[in-house]
């Protein structure tokens, strides 16, 4: 059985029975993990008789990372407030200067309390005063190693946005070299290329990879996407579909709690089981808010508070 096996598995060679000595190092199967062998030609030798087994622990295993309720959603908090950052992204901006992101709600605090209000609110660094200077510092930062910086020049040419032109073969670059270094968010766009083939030809198999990546970085877009794929194209698995939304809505992702709710209306999720992702839903939703940020939202004072790209236009705005 998988735990008579797991229990020998720190002891003997799973193929020839030798224990581990000073002359015999057991390696465990990278892949179920179960098992051990005293060396490669045992393990090949026990491969047929261990495939169903590992087949099956790995796929185990795996979905034990993949449905685990992330720590915190990918943004993280502003190094300001210490907040959790807003989902809009229009509320959010990234700092070319320092490579940080800073909810609308601390510049807004920042430009009215300030006498010197075109500075970066966290390391007090002039703002640009162009987009070309806002794309200069943030290739200087892409060339120091900064991920946040080439996932932004990603997202810019992926939208023709801070004066770039529109490249998609520049953006998947960009998202590739970011995904390379950890950045969930450009795992999730690599995904999202894959799946409507933006670039590169449509492979579901790449996009979900790159999905299933982001969703356990915390990435509710990519847990919802996950979703998505389990009721199109996973024989309509119902079940698996309602555990990535119900991380998801934790996640504060609103799409995601409708369509637990509709779950819930259909016999697919349990009145408890939809109550309690509502009230965490609720809570987090909460987390977010402040006086600070509903001000910034509202777009009055300063046209600081609203450039997404955060430089500061030449003359002031009233």
Same mark, same amino acid.
């Given at each position: =059985?998988?735990?008579?096996?797991?229990?020998?598995?720190?002891?003997? !060679?799973?193929?020839?029975?030798?224990?581990?000595?000073?002359?015999?190092?057991?390696?465990?199967?990278?892949?179920?993990?179960?098992?051990?062998?005293?060396?490669?030609?045992?393990?090949?030798?026990?491969?047929?008789?261990?495939?169903?087994?590992?087949?099956?622990? *790995?796929?185990?295993?795996?979905?034990? +990372?993949?449905?685990?309720?992330?720590?915190? @959603?990918?943004?993280?908090?502003?190094? +300001?407030?210490?907040?959790? @950052?807003?989902?809009?992204?229009?509320?959010?901006?990234?700092?070319?200067?320092?490579?940080?992101?800073?909810?609308? %709600?601390?510049?807004? $605090?920042?430009?009215?309390?300030? &006498?010197?209000?075109?500075?970066?609110?966290? !390391?007090?660094?002039?703002?640009?005063?162009?987009?070309?200077?806002?794309?200069?510092?943030?290739?200087? #930062?892409?060339?120091?190693?900064? /991920?946040?910086?080439?996932?932004?020049?990603?997202?810019?040419?992926? =939208?023709?946005? $801070? %004066?770039?032109?529109?490249?998609? %073969?520049?953006?998947?670059?960009?998202?590739?070299?970011?995904?390379?270094?950890?950045?969930?968010?450009? @795992?999730?766009?690599?995904?999202?290329?894959?799946?409507?083939?933006?670039?590169?030809?449509?492979?579901?198999? #790449?996009?979900?990879? @790159?999905?299933?990546?982001?969703?356990?970085?915390?990435?509710?877009? %990519?847990?919802?996407?996950?979703?998505?794929?389990?009721?199109? &194209?996973?024989?309509?698995?119902?079940?698996?579909?309602?555990?990535?939304?119900?991380?998801?809505?934790? /996640?504060?992702?609103?799409?995601? /709690?409708?369509?637990?709710?509709?779950?819930?209306?259909?016999?697919?999720?349990?009145?408890?089981?939809?109550?309690?992702?509502?009230?965490?839903?609720?809570?987090?939703?909460? =987390?977010?808010?402040?006086?600070?940020?509903?001000? $910034? *939202?509202?777009?009055?004072?300063?046209?600081?508070?609203?450039?997404?790209?955060?430089?500061?236009?030449?003359?002031?705005?009233?």
């Amino acid at each position: =059985s998988i735990m008579s096996a797991s229990v020998d598995a720190d002891e003997v !060679c799973a193929a020839c029975g030798k224990q581990a000595n000073d002359g015999v190092t057991l390696k465990r199967c990278n892949a179920c993990k179960i098992v051990t062998y005293c060396g490669v030609d045992c393990q090949k030798a026990h491969r047929k008789q261990h495939k169903n087994a590992c087949k099956k622990r *790995a796929v185990e295993l795996k979905d034990e +990372i993949l449905f685990k309720q992330p720590e915190e @959603h990918y943004r993280g908090d502003c190094p +300001i407030c210490y907040l959790p @950052h807003p989902l809009e992204a229009s509320q959010v901006t990234f700092k070319s200067c320092c490579g940080k992101d800073i909810c609308k %709600g601390c510049q807004f $605090a920042q430009v009215s309390s300030s &006498n010197l209000p075109r500075v970066c609110a966290f !390391c007090r660094v002039p703002n640009p005063t162009s987009k070309f200077e806002f794309v200069r510092r943030a290739r200087e #930062r892409m060339e120091a190693g900064d /991920l946040r910086a080439i996932h932004e020049l990603g997202c810019n040419y992926y =939208s023709g946005g $801070a %004066g770039l032109v529109l490249d998609l %073969g520049e953006a998947f670059k960009m998202f590739t070299k970011a995904a390379e270094l950890g950045d969930i968010a450009s @795992h999730y766009q690599l995904g999202v290329m894959y799946w409507n083939a933006q670039h590169v030809d449509k492979d579901l198999k #790449r996009a979900v990879h @790159h999905f299933e990546i982001a969703a356990i970085g915390g990435h509710p877009d %990519g847990r919802f996407n996950l979703a998505v794929d389990e009721i199109d &194209n996973n024989n309509r698995n119902i079940e698996r579909a309602m555990k990535h939304f119900f991380i998801a809505s934790l /996640l504060d992702q609103d799409s995601a /709690l409708e369509q637990l709710k509709r779950g819930y209306k259909n016999g697919h999720v349990s009145k408890e089981h939809f109550l309690s992702a509502f009230r965490a839903h609720h809570d987090a939703v909460g =987390s977010r808010k402040s006086k600070q940020r509903d001000e $910034a *939202a509202s777009g009055i004072r300063y046209k600081v508070c609203t450039t997404k790209y955060g430089y500061s236009p030449s003359k002031s705005s009233k």
